[in-house]
């Protein structure tokens, strides 16, 4: 056998009911030392019942099992050797733990080696130290969270340099904070140089984690290969009730789309793929037909959002943005252009008050002589509001020497990183025990993708218990609810992402509709507290805006 491999299993027999139905069937596979392996598959596919024979526990009906190169005995001299190399965490770890308490629980392995008490004690003082259990080591373990649970049997195992560990589902019935320690631990094995096979259902983690994926199908092999073969053949996903990762639905969406090339290596997470978004070369100044000599420049700010019905939230937000900006450039005037024409009809007939829509705002900078407009959207994103908004405007470039136009509020990685300062900071009060819920529009414009991938950075920087949704598109309320349900807060906040606290916020999100997201939470059982206040109050919003205008003028 090839020295590079570690374990092997040649067509392996197992079945729990007297050979009626086969939990393997014969399986087959190879395993290289010091791989990260996922195992995936349905429920009832295989993936417990081999790691229980990889251990010892189970013995094979037929077919062999191969360590380091000689087949397995099933001696008990045996068997204690085997488990040493290959020790197994299970899913739940009531069913691991038995001593009185965490220091006994570990040290047990350690000494049941032959090892000195001293040898042992080091051992041990290490794996404390490494899987961060120094706070809970004198408790009994009955009395550990579970986390703490899962943080002991995975101590349990290092205890005794193994070769191979073995986790079975373990981030199950972890909270947000739990599961990234344990994910870490995970990460800090393997680049110890342990071979480590991993049980999950989660396939975003399973795609940027493993080196090789196992896909079990009735107790055999469907499919093996890296994660970027396995998770882009949808047949196999399919036949195993598996879902590709949500960065290569992504991706692929851009790609057919047109807006991202194929040839772009697939992206491993999705603060990848808003990397590959924020290169896309997006055109900011465009000089127009109007450039006579002799005509002097004179210089004027557009300011174009979708607008709004409500005149409370219109004042601390499109109101207040656009005397920032006319601030920031003080010898500019500022025009205003909306571009829902049902909310300018609604403000028309309601309030007698008029709104200009881009065309028409662009018509009066024309007739008051402005040579050079600089645009400024108050969109969160580059979407389809936007797209029109750039046809309209550039549509009378033959009138202006030149028109420049800053971005929308997301439209960089810097941006998402300073919206999520400015949020976090807003927020600050926030505990553990709440969860913070924002819901964005959503659009079906290829920047939407923008959403699940600020709602990972969000996680990524180490805020668990803030989530962001859609009314319209991905990640949609029944996603986040699943992930805030996963995280069992004690209280749900909900806030807009949006700009104007406007309809979608006090209705879709706060109002009293049954569908709406505040009874849906509250349905499920949560205090739910409804923060009705647009993304265009907090100060640093409106900065971010500012300093894309300056970078359009500059």
């Given at each position: 056998?090839?020295?590079?491999?570690?374990?092997?299993?040649?067509?392996?027999?197992?079945?729990y009911d007297d050979e009626k139905s086969h939990s393997l069937n014969g399986l087959s596979l190879e395993i290289k030392r010091g791989q990260k392996i996922a195992f995936m598959g349905a429920n009832g596919s295989g993936k417990s019942t081999f790691f229980l024979c990889c251990t010892g526990i189970h013995k094979p009906s037929s077919g062999t099992l191969y360590y380091n190169g000689a087949p397995y005995s099933y001696d008990k001299k045996s068997l204690l050797k085997l488990r040493s190399k290959i020790g197994i965490v299970f899913q739940d770890p009531d069913n691991q733990l038995f001593s009185a308490s965490v220091y006994q629980e570990i040290s047990f392995g350690a000494l049941n080696l032959g090892l000195s008490e001293k040898a042992a004690k080091e051992a041990v003082e290490t794996v404390i130290d490494q899987l961060e259990i120094t706070p809970f080591r004198h408790?009994?373990?009955?009395?550990?969270?579970?986390?703490?649970?899962?943080?002991?049997?995975?101590?349990?195992?290092?205890?005794?340099?193994?070769?191979?560990?073995?986790?079975?589902?373990?981030?199950?019935?972890?909270?947000?904070?739990?599961?990234?320690?344990?994910?870490?631990?995970?990460?800090?094995?393997?680049?110890?140089?342990?071979?480590?096979?991993?049980?999950?259902?989660?396939?975003?983690?399973?795609?940027?984690?493993?080196?090789?994926?196992?896909?079990?199908?009735?107790?055999?092999?469907?499919?093996?290969?890296?994660?970027?073969?396995?998770?882009?053949?949808?047949?196999?996903?399919?036949?195993?009730?598996?879902?590709?990762?949500?960065?290569?639905?992504?991706?692929?969406?851009?790609?057919?789309?047109?807006?991202?090339?194929?040839?772009?290596?697939?992206?491993?997470?999705?603060?990848?793929?808003?990397?590959?978004?924020?290169?896309?070369?997006?055109?900011?100044?465009?000089?127009?037909?109007?450039?006579?000599?002799?005509?002097?420049?004179?210089?004027?700010?557009?300011?174009?959002?979708?607008?709004?019905?409500?005149?409370?939230?219109?004042?601390?937000?499109?109101?207040?943005?656009?005397?920032?900006?006319?601030?920031?450039?003080?010898?500019?005037?500022?025009?205003?252009?909306?571009?829902?024409?049902?909310?300018?009809?609604?403000?028309?007939?309601?309030?007698?008050?008029?709104?200009?829509?881009?065309?028409?705002?662009?018509?009066?900078?024309?007739?008051?002589?402005?040579?050079?407009?600089?645009?400024?959207?108050?969109?969160?994103?580059?979407?389809?509001?936007?797209?029109?908004?750039?046809?309209?405007?550039?549509?009378?470039?033959?009138?202006?020497?030149?028109?420049?136009?800053?971005?929308?509020?997301?439209?960089?990685?810097?941006?998402?990183?300073?919206?999520?300062?400015?949020?976090?900071?807003?927020?600050?009060?926030?505990?553990?025990?709440?969860?913070?819920?924002?819901?964005?529009?959503?659009?079906?414009?290829?920047?939407?993708?923008?959403?699940?991938?600020?709602?990972?950075?969000?996680?990524?920087?180490?805020?668990?218990?803030?989530?962001?949704?859609?009314?319209?598109?991905?990640?949609?309320?029944?996603?986040?609810?699943?992930?805030?349900?996963?995280?069992?807060?004690?209280?749900?906040?909900?806030?807009?992402?949006?700009?104007?606290?406007?309809?979608?916020?006090?209705?879709?999100?706060?109002?009293?509709?049954?569908?709406?997201?505040?009874?849906?939470?509250?349905?499920?059982?949560?205090?739910?507290?409804?923060?009705?206040?647009?993304?265009?109050?907090?100060?640093?919003?409106?900065?971010?805006?500012?300093?894309?205008?300056?970078?359009?003028?500059?």
């Open positions: 056998m090839n020295n590079d491999i570690i374990l092997k299993a040649d067509n392996l027999y197992f079945s408790k009994p373990t009955h009395a550990l969270s579970g986390g703490q649970k899962k943080q002991v049997s995975i101590a349990d195992i290092l205890v005794m340099k193994p070769d191979i560990i073995i986790l079975d589902e373990p981030a199950a019935a972890l909270d947000p904070k739990h599961t990234t320690l344990v994910n870490q631990i995970v990460d800090r094995m393997t680049e110890s140089g342990i071979t480590v096979f991993l049980a999950t259902h989660d396939v975003n983690y399973a795609y940027e984690w493993a080196d090789q994926i196992m896909l079990f199908h009735e107790g055999k092999v469907l499919m093996h290969g890296t994660p970027e073969q396995v998770f882009t053949n949808k047949a196999a996903l399919a036949q195993t009730n598996l879902e590709p990762p949500a960065v290569l639905e992504l991706f692929d969406s851009l790609c057919k789309k047109g807006i991202l090339k194929t040839g772009l290596p697939l992206p491993k997470n999705l603060k990848t793929l808003e990397k590959y978004i924020s290169y896309v070369n997006l055109n900011t100044t465009y000089y127009g037909g109007n450039t006579t000599v002799e005509q002097k420049k004179k210089k004027a700010i557009l300011v174009v959002s979708f607008g709004t019905s409500h005149n409370d939230t219109r004042k601390v937000t499109i109101d207040a943005i656009e005397r920032d900006l006319g601030d920031a450039f003080p010898d500019y005037p500022v025009y205003r252009a909306w571009t829902s024409k049902m909310i300018i009809k609604k403000l028309k007939t309601r309030d007698q008050v008029s709104v200009r829509n881009v065309k028409e705002a662009m018509e009066q900078m024309k007739a008051d002589g402005i040579t050079d407009v600089l645009v400024q959207p108050t969109h969160v994103i580059n979407g389809i509001e936007n797209d029109l908004m750039k046809e309209d405007v550039l549509s009378y470039s033959e009138f202006f020497s030149s028109i420049s136009f800053g971005t929308p509020l997301l439209t960089s990685e810097e941006d998402s990183n300073a919206v999520i300062q400015v949020l976090t900071d807003a927020f600050s009060w926030l505990k553990p025990s709440q969860a913070l819920v924002f819901m964005g529009h959503g659009t079906t414009h290829f920047a939407n993708s923008i959403y699940a991938a600020l709602d990972y950075t969000f996680k990524d920087k180490g805020y668990p218990n803030i989530f962001l949704g859609t009314v319209e598109a991905y990640p949609s309320m029944e996603s986040l609810k699943r992930m805030v349900d996963a995280y069992k807060p004690e209280e749900v906040f909900l806030a807009p992402f949006m700009i104007v606290a406007g309809d979608h916020a006090k209705n879709d999100m706060a109002g009293d509709d049954p569908d709406s997201w505040y009874n849906k939470f509250k349905e499920a059982g949560y205090k739910v507290t409804p923060v009705l206040k647009g993304l265009g109050e907090y100060e640093g919003i409106r900065k971010i805006f500012v300093e894309h205008l300056k970078a359009a003028e500059y």
